[in-house]
């Protein structure tokens, strides 16, 4: 249990640098956007390119090259993935989800919070957060496709052309 043998020690001292390095390469090749947390399809690209680095690291049975490949094929797919929403139109609407307007002039819509499943709680910590104490000086309350919830005050609104993609958003009611 606390050790087995020192070919195994080795094992995972050497795969681990030759694989971390590997993926390092893979990362910097591919770019930013690979580990990018702009919605939840990524969050599981990164989540899998972890997992399948521990799995290369600690699972014998896994060959370097078996393991390289499978990071290979993550990044690959991921940078297909991006290729395809940014250049074919409704594609990003398959993959990810839309944001969700869950605060409004000021006002909760309460059946919208509920059906993305966010409490009143939630939307007010976030206001909190925001350095807000009153949900009047909030223009919006967005809860992003990473599933963050970003708050607009009133003060910096603008024109609120940040909210276009929302639905629900009417540029004529703040």
Known sequence: MWFDTWSQ?????????????????????S??????K????DLVVTVALGSTLSSVLLDG????????????TLVVLQLLVALVTTRVPGARDVVTARPTLLLHDGQLDEATARRARVTPAEVRQAVRSSGQGDLGGVAAVVLETDGTLSVVPRASAG??????????WDRGTV
């Open 159 to 168: 024109d609120l052309g940040a909210l276009v993609d929302c639905p629900g």
């Open 31 to 36: 770019g930013k956007r690979t580990l990018a």
């Open 9 to 29: 020690v080795l094992r995972v001292l050497l795969v681990g640098a030759a694989t971390y390095a590997g993926l390092v390469l893979l990362l910097r090749v």
């Open 61 to 72: 049975a896994i060959s370097w090259t078996e393991g390289m490949v499978a990071l290979a």
């Open 38 to 41: 702009l919605n939840a399809f």
